[in-house]
């Protein structure tokens, strides 16, 4: 329907890492990996700039986040899609991808330290749902931690050394 939702390809690639997780069903994996790598692919270009997507809709359209640089809901998916996707390529024996992936999580979570949390100390914007408040955090942001728990992807580091 036109909208580029920023966190529906991370999902997809966090689904398909469950699956091949709770059934070991390496023909559907096979099958998939085509597509989840695009979506990784797709997932590194949006953060190309500066380690994290840029002005990108996500579930929560309704509050505007693609009027912002960066959002923190965005940012933390992308950081889920990078580490499920670095466990999928290297099952594939996709090696050099599970590198790159592993490469694009670390850039994403320095991004995020400081677009989320140092920077904004100062008063720049990281949109987090309250334009008013550039230091709170949504607790949806949270969601994809809770999804790296259950796929046993485990505490990722997703968020910044305040919350780690």
């Avoid at 500066?50 to 986040?65: K, M, V």
Wanted: with cysteine; proline share 3%.
């Amino acid at each position: 329907c036109g909208r580029v939702m920023s966190d529906v390809s991370s999902m997809y690639i966090t689904y398909v890492l469950e699956l091949y997780r709770w059934q070991n069903d390496t023909t559907t994996l096979h099958e998939l990996w085509p597509v989840v790598k695009k979506a990784a692919q797709w997932q590194m270009n949006v953060s190309a700039q500066d380690g994290t997507p840029e002005h990108l809709e996500n579930t929560y359209d309704i509050l505007g986040p693609t009027r912002y640089k960066h959002v923190s809901y965005n940012s933390v998916f992308h950081l889920l899609a990078m580490k499920a996707c670095a466990e999928l390529a290297t099952v594939m024996g996709d090696s050099d991808f599970a590198a790159a992936c592993t490469i694009a999580l670390k850039r994403g979570q320095t991004a995020l330290d400081e677009q989320q949390w140092v920077t904004n100390i100062s008063g720049a914007p990281h949109y987090s749902f309250a334009a008013d408040r550039s230091q709170s955090l949504m607790a949806d942001s949270l969601y994809a931690q809770l999804l790296a728990d259950s796929v046993g992807l485990g505490h990722c580091r997703l968020l910044g050394p305040q919350l780690s």
